[in-house]
């Protein structure tokens, strides 16, 4: 990806990639619990970015799918569903709250129920390009990054930063531990495993969007980084990348 300063008087699709420094867009992507979201939303808060975890308007879906009784392989069903499903993510402070319909389900969206049957409700292709459709709007003035499965190659294939986040079976299985311990949960680790394993594989498997690296991402493997770490590798690539050194 080119960077250029260059004047653009025309909408943004009809002209030559432009973005003025700073107002990059970063594209994270990975499988579950590889360490994605916490390094996009520090490395958002480094840049004085805005945060999106497309992740979260996913789980915010299924968590509506399942309040309505919908079975989560009904596409149809879930069609129509959408058009009476408003997904909205506010920023509260350096946190972000999921609203679902207007009401605050951020702590909800996490739960077990909503983590197993989410794959099932992002397989479809209406869910899919309802989401997009959002994402593409939140992103659309750059200075963002998303986190998610297919930002770098559906979303914004064009986003001037783009990671591909990967870490290894049990590294990912103990961040998921934490984050459920975290939350007063205590997680059986060999299903923890399983879990992972079957929602990498509904995640890469399915027809629209698959979990894949794009050709021009950079893989890191964050296995045996810190979080620092991590957060300092995305964010020298911005800095390059945004002062025309990459
Ligand atoms: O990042 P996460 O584990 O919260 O994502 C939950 C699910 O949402 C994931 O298993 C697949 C789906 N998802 C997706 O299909 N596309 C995205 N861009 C983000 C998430």
Known sequence: MRYRAKLCIFPVHFCEPYVSPGKLVIAIDGPAASGK????????????????????????????????????SDGEAIRDLLGETHVELRR??????????????????????????VSAVSRHRAVREAMVREQRRMGSAGGIVLEGRDIGTVVFPDAQVKFFI??????????????????????????????????DRLDSTREESPLKKADDAIELDTSDLTIEEQVRIVVDRVRQVAEGRA
């Open 166 to 199: 990967v870490a290894g079976i049990e590294s990912r299985a103990r961040r998921r531990a934490k984050e459920l311990q975290d939350r007063g949960i205590s997680p059986d680790m060999r299903a923890l495993v399983e879990e992972i394993r079957e929602r």
């Open 92 to 117: 509260d402070g350096t946190l972000t709250r999921v609203l679902l319909d207007g009401r605050d389900v951020t702590e909800e969206i996490r739960s077990p129920a909503v983590t197993r049957a």
């Open 37 to 72: 979201s916490t390094t996009a939303r520090l490395v958002a808060e480094a840049l004085g970015y805005v945060h999106v975890d497309t992740g979260a308007m996913y789980r915010a879906v299924t968590l509506k799918v399942l309040g309505a009784g919908t079975d989560p």
